[in-house]
């Protein structure tokens, strides 16, 4: 008996059970979310049918009775599993359809989406870590341009901003492209646009993180003496570098196709997000339910083939532990950018912390940029300088501590792959208004309710990332001799393994602060999180957001200030120093240190201190072939 436990472990089957558990579970929680958030389910659907009804006691009566919510939640639920069983989601409370074809033709929408956002952002991770691609292959002196800060600002525009411009700008103003409805092919490049440049921007970060370590590692330097081309050299890079980023591709690939929920409603698609949040909002449980188990099974088998295409392009040198380490300790570049970009923002904040957030002046409302007003004013009449400083402190501290606790919880959790793998999975395939609305109805209504929403998905990108660096550093030929010496597991994780991991997934973590900060003010659309007249910087871009068109000033101020935050927290990341030049005993100035690895030249061989060098075969061999 012992025996057969061990090989289902061993083959998967805990895992499995795992998964199922926790899908079981979500899908549990939201066919009880009505009562969970103590709402009066037969309220919600006679609104969601036709909002001049009258919910007299009759009406909610006769609502209950066609539904079934006097036999309780439970009944209901099994009710719906046992139609699932036969291809049966039952029928939307709201509309009367059958649920079934409805979400899977919302579903091929939506994929149809995800596709083309996944082109533009496999065009735009490219034009990031383009730079250190060529600079690397070609072992050139030179860095990474400006370590990464017009990625990080990218990737900080919230992609309803992204959205609204590209409507405003190319779809109404120029004409170029249609901005509304789906009808064809044009009608999907400016929502392809929206969903990949931001996520786009969060790949190729992260894949320029990884390829100077690629750099430095002796296939490299063995290629570049044989004089392999670059293209090669480069080729060869990235396909070290992918198996890295693939489990959070797999991420992406959900949350574009179920979280993309404010560009379909802005750009009118009918797809799997906008009707699942439409189902949420209106308690519609049975497209709720079919819709995020659909989302669910998606997220499975995306993380799944992520996993499986990451082990095929690592080869044998994964199984018989042959890799290196992407790991390469290194000082930071002397960089001034971090302490411009932060004394840029602290200058605004303090000039707004000078002038009134909350005087109303129905004279100046929508008034563009002047010398009074320098970033404009809101619909009110408000200034929105004034709002940005006074909306400061309590922007950061929130967005600093849910990204810290996102950080700990992902990288504590990537350490147990097999625990967090299907827990990952499901907690992707949750929109984040979906998770804030469960965390509510557990948690209750509160001044924290909002960060423990956000917090309750933002780890899941941290964790992926964590276990996929974990699972090749494990491989690793020096964390093989050095286990060979009688290090123990301990020893292997406080000395080696942390090490390599902690600095690019802090970079990750850093990297989506802003996300953090806009997830919390979308939140406060549902009355859990900052609420007028706070000045809190995302409840500033979703309320000025209406007016886009008319005073895009009103919502570029704040988004500018958010992306700025971006810039200052990717950048510092890699330390802060002023870039002093230092000379040599002969007065000439050395070469800077750190940085590139591959601007790094090997040290000169000292036959009596290192002894007899050993011969290497110049046979140049990529990444994951067998030696």
Same mark, same amino acid.
């Given at each position: 008996?012992?025996?057969?436990?061990?090989?289902?472990?061993?083959?998967?089957?805990?895992?499995?059970?795992?998964?199922?558990?926790?899908?079981?579970?979500?899908?549990?929680?939201?066919?009880?979310?009505?009562?969970?958030?103590?709402?009066?389910?037969?309220?919600?659907?006679?609104?969601?049918?036709?909002?001049?009804?009258?919910?007299?006691?009759?009406?909610?009566?006769?609502?209950?009775?066609?539904?079934?919510?006097?036999?309780?939640?439970?009944?209901?639920?099994?009710?719906?599993?046992?139609?699932?069983?036969?291809?049966?989601?039952?029928?939307?409370?709201?509309?009367?359809?059958?649920?079934?074809?409805? $979400? &899977?033709?919302?579903?091929?929408?939506? #994929? @149809?989406?995800? %596709?083309? +956002?996944?082109?533009? =952002?496999?065009?735009? !991770? /490219?034009?990031?870590?383009?730079?250190?691609?060529?600079?690397?292959?070609?072992?050139?002196?030179?860095?990474?341009?400006?370590?990464?800060?017009?990625?990080?600002?990218?990737?900080?525009?919230?992609?309803?901003?992204?959205?609204?411009?590209?409507?405003?700008?190319?779809?109404?103003?120029?004409?170029?492209?249609?901005?509304?409805?789906?009808?064809?092919?044009?009608?999907?490049?400016?929502?392809?646009?929206?969903?990949?440049?931001?996520?786009?921007? $969060? &790949?190729?970060?992260?894949?320029?993180? #990884? @390829?100077?370590? %690629?750099? +430095?590692?002796?296939? =490299?330097?063995?290629? !570049? /003496?044989?004089?392999?081309?670059?293209?090669?050299?480069?080729?060869?890079?990235?396909?070290?570098?992918?198996?890295?980023?693939?489990?959070?591709?797999?991420?992406?690939?959900?949350?574009?196709?179920?979280?993309?929920?404010?560009?379909?409603?802005?750009?009118?698609?009918?797809?799997?997000?906008?009707?699942?949040?439409?189902?949420?909002?209106?308690?519609?449980?049975?497209?709720?339910?079919?819709?995020?188990?659909?989302?669910?099974?998606?997220?499975?088998?995306?993380?799944?083939?992520?996993?499986?295409?990451?082990?095929?392009?690592?080869?044998?040198?994964?199984?018989?532990?042959?890799?290196?380490?992407?790991?390469?300790?290194?000082?930071?570049?002397?960089?001034?950018?971090?302490?411009?970009?932060?004394?840029?923002?602290?200058?605004?904040?303090?000039?707004?912390?000078?002038?009134?957030?909350?005087?109303?002046?129905?004279?100046?409302?929508?008034?563009?940029?002047?010398?009074?007003?320098?970033?404009?004013?809101?619909?009110?009449?408000?200034?929105?300088?004034?709002?940005?400083?006074?909306?400061?402190?309590?922007?950061?501290?929130?967005?600093?501590?849910?990204?810290?606790?996102?950080?700990?919880?992902?990288?504590?959790?990537?350490?147990?792959?097999?625990?967090?793998?299907?827990?990952?999975?499901?907690?992707?395939?949750?929109?984040?208004?979906?998770?804030?609305?469960?965390?509510?109805?557990?948690?209750?209504?509160?001044?924290?309710?909002?960060?423990?929403?956000?917090?309750?998905?933002?780890?899941?990108?941290?964790?992926?990332?964590?276990?996929?660096?974990?699972?090749?550093?494990?491989?690793?030929?020096?964390?093989?001799?050095?286990?060979?010496?009688?290090?123990?597991?301990?020893?292997?994780?406080?000395?080696?393994?942390?090490?390599?991991?902690?600095?690019?997934?802090?970079?990750?973590?850093?990297?989506?602060?802003?996300?953090?900060?806009?997830?919390?003010?979308?939140?406060?659309?549902?009355?859990?999180?900052?609420?007028?007249?706070?000045?809190?910087?995302?409840?500033?871009?979703?309320?000025?957001?209406?007016?886009?068109?008319?005073?895009?000033?009103?919502?570029?101020?704040?988004?500018?200030?958010?992306?700025?935050?971006?810039?200052?927290?990717?950048?510092?990341?890699?330390?802060?120093?002023?870039?002093?030049?230092?000379?040599?005993?002969?007065?000439?100035?050395?070469?800077?240190?750190?940085?590139?690895?591959?601007?790094?030249?090997?040290?000169?061989?000292?036959?009596?201190?290192?002894?007899?060098?050993?011969?290497?075969?110049?046979?140049?061999?990529?990444?994951?072939?067998?030696?």
């Amino acid at each position: 008996m012992s025996a057969a436990l061990r090989a289902f472990a061993r083959g998967g089957g805990l895992t499995l059970v795992w998964r199922g558990v926790l899908t079981a579970a979500l899908v549990c929680g939201i066919g009880l979310l009505p009562w969970l958030s103590r709402t009066d389910p037969a309220l919600t659907v006679l609104k969601a049918r036709s909002a001049e009804g009258d919910p007299t006691p009759e009406a909610l009566r006769a609502v209950r009775d066609e539904l079934g919510l006097n036999d309780g939640p439970l009944q209901m639920l099994g009710r719906w599993l046992g139609g699932m069983l036969h291809g049966d989601a039952g029928r939307s409370w709201v509309s009367g359809t059958e649920v079934m074809p409805s $979400v &899977l033709q919302a579903l091929g929408v939506s #994929l @149809l989406l995800m %596709a083309a +956002a996944l082109t533009v =952002a496999a065009g735009t !991770a /490219a034009t990031v870590c383009a730079r250190t691609l060529w600079l690397g292959s070609r072992r050139r002196p030179g860095g990474r341009g400006a370590r990464g800060s017009g990625a990080a600002v990218l990737a900080a525009l919230p992609e309803f901003l992204l959205a609204s411009v590209l409507v405003t700008v190319i779809g109404v103003q120029l004409g170029w492209l249609p901005a509304l409805g789906w009808y064809g092919p044009q009608w999907m490049v400016l929502p392809a646009l929206s969903l990949g440049l931001p996520a786009g921007a $969060v &790949l190729g970060r992260m894949l320029d993180d #990884l @390829l100077p370590g %690629a750099f +430095a590692e002796p296939w =490299a330097l063995a290629a !570049a /003496a044989r004089g392999i081309p670059p293209r090669s050299v480069a080729r060869q890079a990235m396909r070290r570098c992918v198996p890295g980023l693939l489990p959070n591709l797999g991420l992406f690939v959900v949350g574009l196709t179920g979280g993309a929920v404010a560009v379909e409603q802005l750009f009118d698609i009918p797809g799997l997000g906008r009707l699942t949040l439409s189902a949420a909002l209106a308690q519609d449980l049975p497209v709720l339910q079919t819709g995020t188990l659909v989302l669910v099974v998606l997220a499975a088998a995306a993380g799944g083939l992520a996993r499986l295409v990451a082990r095929l392009l690592l080869g044998p040198a994964l199984r018989d532990g042959a890799l290196q380490s992407l790991h390469v300790p290194t000082a930071p570049v002397p960089s001034a950018l971090p302490l411009a970009y932060g004394a840029l923002l602290l200058v605004v904040i303090c000039l707004g912390l000078l002038r009134d957030p909350l005087t109303v002046n129905p004279v100046a409302r929508l008034q563009p940029p002047s010398l009074a007003q320098p970033f404009g004013a809101d619909a009110l009449g408000r200034d929105i300088l004034a709002r940005v400083g006074h909306g400061a402190l309590s922007t950061l501290a929130v967005a600093l501590a849910v990204s810290a606790a996102a950080l700990v919880v992902g990288v504590l959790l990537g350490l147990l792959p097999r625990l967090s793998g299907p827990l990952v999975d499901t907690v992707n395939a949750v929109p984040s208004v979906l998770a804030g609305l469960l965390v509510t109805g557990v948690a209750g209504s509160g001044p924290w309710t909002p960060a423990l929403a956000v917090v309750a998905v933002a780890w899941s990108p941290l964790a992926t990332h964590t276990s996929a660096l974990l699972k090749q550093e494990r491989a690793t030929t020096h964390l093989t001799a050095t286990r060979a010496l009688g290090a123990g597991e301990w020893y292997l994780l406080r000395r080696e393994l942390l090490p390599a991991v902690l600095r690019p997934v802090t970079r990750h973590a850093l990297l989506r602060l802003p996300a953090v900060a806009l997830a919390l003010a979308a939140l406060g659309f549902l009355g859990l999180g900052a609420q007028p007249p706070s000045p809190e910087w995302g409840l500033l871009i979703a309320e000025n957001h209406p007016y886009a068109e008319r005073a895009p000033w009103a919502v570029l101020a704040p988004a500018a200030v958010l992306a700025l935050l971006g810039a200052l927290a990717v950048t510092a990341a890699g330390g802060v120093r002023w870039p002093r030049p230092r000379t040599g005993t002969d007065g000439s100035l050395p070469a800077a240190r750190g940085g590139h690895p591959s601007e790094q030249e090997p040290p000169m061989r000292n036959p009596q201190r290192d002894g007899p060098s050993v011969s290497r075969s110049p046979v140049f061999t990529a990444p994951g072939d067998s030696p």
